[in-house]
T-cell receptor, first 110, second 114 residues
């Protein structure tokens, strides 16, 4: 079945540093979604990308979908302690189910 | 803002016992899902439900699992005879009107099987 690989598994940064997580697939993706899960919380939808080369921004967060639609990235500029959590990419299949990546857990040192 | 709710927040049970996890999806949503997350791992799809029947189920969703929408508002996941490896966080999700819509997750039920 379809799989998405996400790296790195963990990232520790100093507050104010940038952070990037990457999501890769061996097959072309119809879409990619990004979710954030705070410690002890549930996944919260951040954004969906569907077009080749698409770039979307939400304040300090920049989301990118690769030209070949096989990879995506989430970049956070100048991290804050409120950014702490696990960031998951997920692919929505044609039946609606979400296939999640393994997630990148971000720790931010104040 | 409408939210998906789940009860209980934490369920402790003995191996072999039946458990029912309850979810109330957002009221005008039509597609319903159950996912699980073993501690420290990724979120895994269990089952999707639309129009009062299962649309798709994963290989995890074996004969021990069942889902039901008994009354038009609740959406339940039943595990007939729990195993130790069923210990996980179980998330319910719903989406409005099409397969491409955003899924809204509930806060989850932490199931501990002893």
């Amino acid at each position: 079945g379809q799989q998405v690989m996400q790296i790195p598994q963990y990232q520790h940064v100093q507050e104010g540093e940038d952070f990037t997580t990457y999501c890769n697939s061996s097959t072309t993706l119809s879409n990619i979604q990004w979710y954030k899960q705070r410690p002890g919380g549930h996944p919260v939808f951040l954004i969906q990308l569907v077009k080749s080369g698409e770039v979307k921004k939400q304040k300090r967060l920049t989301f990118q979908f690769g030209e070949a639609k096989k990879n995506s990235s989430l970049h956070i500029t100048a991290t804050q302690t409120t950014d702490v959590g696990t960031y998951f990419c997920a692919v929505s299949s044609n039946t609606g189910k979400l296939i999640f990546g393994q997630g990148t857990t971000l720790q931010v040192k104040p | 803002e409408p939210e998906v709710t789940q009860t209980p927040s934490h369920q402790v049970t003995q191996m072999g016992q039946e458990v029912i996890l309850r979810c109330v999806p957002i009221s005008n949503h039509l597609y319903f899902y159950w996912y699980r997350q073993i501690l420290g791992q990724k979120v895994e799809f269990l089952v999707s439900f639309y129009n009062n029947e299962i649309s798709e189920k994963s290989e995890i969703f074996d004969d021990q699992f069942s889902v039901e929408r008994p009354d038009g508002s609740n959406f339940t996941l039943k595990i007939r005879s729990t195993k130790l490896e069923d210990s996980a966080m179980y998330f319910c999700a719903s989406s409005p009107s099409s397969l491409a819509d955003t899924q809204y997750f509930g806060p989850g039920t932490r199931l501990t099987v002893l």
